[in-house]
T-cell receptor, first 113, second 114 residues
Framework: AQTVTQSQPEMSVQEAETVTLSCTYDTSESNYYLFWYKQPPSRQMILVIRQEAYKQQNATENRFSVNFQKAAKSFSLKISDSQLGDTAMYFCAFMNNNNDMRFGAGTRLTVKP | DVKVTQSSRYLVKRTGEKVFLECVQDMDHENMFWYRQDPGLGLRLIYFSYDVKMKEKGDIPEGYSVSREKKERFSLILESASTNQTSMYLC?????????????FGPGTRLLVL
C-alpha cells in the first residue's frame, strides 16, 4: 500500500522568507499524481499544486513550487516570499491510477510578521 | 466557483445516536467523497461514490454508511455513534476520476460524540 510521510509536524517562517515543506512517499507504481493541499484555519482545504509523475519538470504556481525527485520518492513544497495568508496546515497527497488517494499527516505552517 | 457545502460546522451527539452528515455540491460533479481528519493521521477515506446510488468503501468504512440518491448530494451516516467517531469530517467532490481532476472540499463538520 502507498504511504505518504510528512516528517515536519510544525514549521514557522518569517514573512517574506522562503520555506520548504518535506514529503516522501512509498509506491511501486511508475505513474501517479502528487498534490499539495492547503487548509487555512477554519477554512476549506484547497489544492495548491499538482505534479504528474511522468513529467520531469517541476510544477510551479506563482510563489509555490515543488522539487520532485522520483527516484528518491520525494516531493517537497517551496513557498517563496511567504505571506501571512500562507499560515495553514499543508497536506501532501498521492494518487495512483486506481484513484486511490493517500494523505500525509500534515505540516502546520505559521508565517510570522 | 465550485461550492461544496456541509450541513453543519459543529455537531454534538450522544453515544448510540444515529447521525446524518449532509454534503451538497453545485457543479454537477460525478464523484463525491467522505474523509475523516484526525491530528497526526491526515485524511482517511471513509466512502466514495462515482455515480448516483453507487458507493464504494474507502479505507475506514466500519461504523459508517452513505447514501447518494441525487447527484449533488452525498450523505454520511453514523448508524450508532461512538466516542471514537469524534473527528472532523470532510466532504469533497470532483468532476471525474484520476489525478487530473481536482477534488474540491467542503468546510468540514466537527463532530463530538459524548
Amino acid at each position: 500500500a502507498q504511504t505518504v510521510t510528512q516528517s515536519q509536524p510544525e514549521m514557522s517562517v518569517q514573512e517574506a522568507e522562503t520555506v520548504t515543506l518535506s514529503c516522501t512517499y512509498d509506491t511501486s507504481e511508475s505513474n501517479y499524481y502528487l498534490f499539495w493541499y492547503k487548509q487555512p484555519p477554519s477554512r476549506q482545504m484547497i489544492l495548491v499544486i499538482r505534479q504528474e509523475a511522468y513529467k520531469q519538470q517541476n510544477a510551479t504556481e506563482n510563489r509555490f513550487s515543488v522539487n520532485f525527485q522520483k527516484a528518491a520518492k520525494s516531493f517537497s513544497l517551496k513557498i517563496s516570499d511567504s505571506q501571512l495568508g500562507d499560515t495553514a496546515m499543508y497536506f501532501c497527497a498521492f494518487m495512483n491510477n486506481n484513484n486511490d488517494m493517500r494523505f500525509g499527516a500534515g505540516t502546520r505552517l505559521t508565517v510570522k510578521p | 466557483d465550485v461550492k461544496v457545502t456541509q450541513s453543519s460546522r459543529y455537531l454534538v451527539k450522544r453515544t448510540g445516536e444515529k447521525v446524518f452528515l449532509e454534503c451538497v455540491q453545485d457543479m454537477d460533479h460525478e464523484n463525491m467523497f467522505w474523509y475523516r481528519q484526525d491530528p497526526g493521521l491526515g485524511l482517511r477515506l471513509i466512502y466514495f461514490s462515482y455515480d448516483v446510488k453507487m458507493k464504494e468503501k474507502g479505507d475506514i468504512p466500519e461504523g459508517y454508511s452513505v447514501s447518494r440518491e441525487k447527484k449533488e448530494r452525498f450523505s454520511l451516516i453514523l448508524e450508532s455513534a461512538s466516542t471514537n467517531q469524534t473527528s472532523m469530517y470532510l466532504c469533497a467532490s470532483s468532476l471525474g476520476s484520476g489525478g487530473r481532476e481536482t477534488q474540491y472540499f467542503g468546510p468540514g463538520t466537527r463532530l463530538l460524540v459524548l
